[in-house]
């Protein structure tokens, strides 16, 4: 079983697969280091750059609009429930703004683009989730084993 580089929690499940699928692992080619350098920059120029702006922007409008009677405060908490909200909101939207440039650097730096609208197949295996594969399967071997014992009595 092959590591990948600098990575030692992750494994090949076996060497065939690695030829069987046209697409490329995403992990397979990119350094865990360089990995957490582009997440760290990414985190860091998305809150700077578009979600702090944002989040002060619209509550700066917000408050605009309390001010010139456009919105009303809440009779209890005042004016912070709009504001909060307002800010949340903007934060929000600011991050996942970004999320196109970050893919972007990560496709730059090597790492095939993945998730939800991607076909891949990685042969790559965490070895904790194998480890709670194989504990469970051997689990259940033992129980169909268990109730073949007990339905042949």
């Not at 002060?56 to 009303?72: C, D, E, F, R």
């Amino acid at each position: 079983m092959a590591s990948a580089p600098g990575d030692d929690k992750v494994q090949a499940s076996s060497v065939g697969q690695k030829n069987q699928s046209p697409l490329p692992c995403p992990i397979s080619n990119l350094n865990s280091d360089e990995f957490v350098e582009i997440r760290r920059q990414c985190k860091e120029e998305s809150f700077w750059y578009r979600a702090l702006p944002l989040s002060l922007g619209s509550m700066l409008i917000t408050q605009g609009l309390l001010a010139n009677g456009v919105l009303k405060p809440s009779p209890k908490f005042g004016s912070l429930p709009k504001l909060a909200i307002a800010g949340a909101l903007g934060y929000g939207i600011g991050t996942m703004s970004y999320i196109r440039t970050c893919q972007k650097k990560f496709e730059s730096a090597g790492l095939k683009p993945f998730g939800p609208g991607w076909k891949r197949h990685c042969p790559h295996v965490c070895n904790e989730c194998k480890a709670k594969f194989e504990a469970s399967a051997s689990k259940n071997q033992s129980l169909l084993l268990l109730k073949q014992v007990h339905t042949s009595l």
